[in-house]
């Protein structure tokens, strides 16, 4: 079975960090990729992180969220730092793997209120 399943989501106060985690499982994932939907807004892009080891940061966050990658492990991981109420969202994590087959997870909440 191919899935993506994101976990670490939760409430954080302004100024916070938290990280996310987003486990594969079936395939190999070529390019790994977090997205975020904020409440009542389109879903965005927040970061790709390729089979190349390379990393796309959105403008928004690129000063403040990293993007890293655990091979061994299927795992890729959403450091948020410094997080404030526009990161609100929910998270999601997306895979292609290398037939081209793209699944999505089902999402995590993160909320960032004081």
């Known amino acids: 079975q191919v899935q993506l399943v994101e976990s670490g989501g939760g409430l954080v106060q302004p100024g916070g960090s938290l990280r996310l985690s987003c486990a594969a499982s079936g395939r190999i994932f070529r390019t790994m990729t977090w997205y975020r939907q904020p409440p009542e807004k389109q879903r965005e892009l927040v970061g790709v992180f390729s089979s190349g080891s390379s990393t796309i940061l959105a403008e928004s966050v690129k000063d403040r969220f990293t993007i890293s990658r655990d091979d061994a492990k299927n795992m890729i991981y959403l450091q948020m730092n410094s997080l404030n109420s526009d990161d609100t969202a929910v998270y999601y994590c997306?895979?292609?793997?290398?037939?081209?087959?793209?699944?999505w997870g089902q999402g995590t909440q993160v909320t960032v209120s004081s």
């Open positions: 997306r895979g292609v793997t290398t037939s081209g087959l793209v699944v």
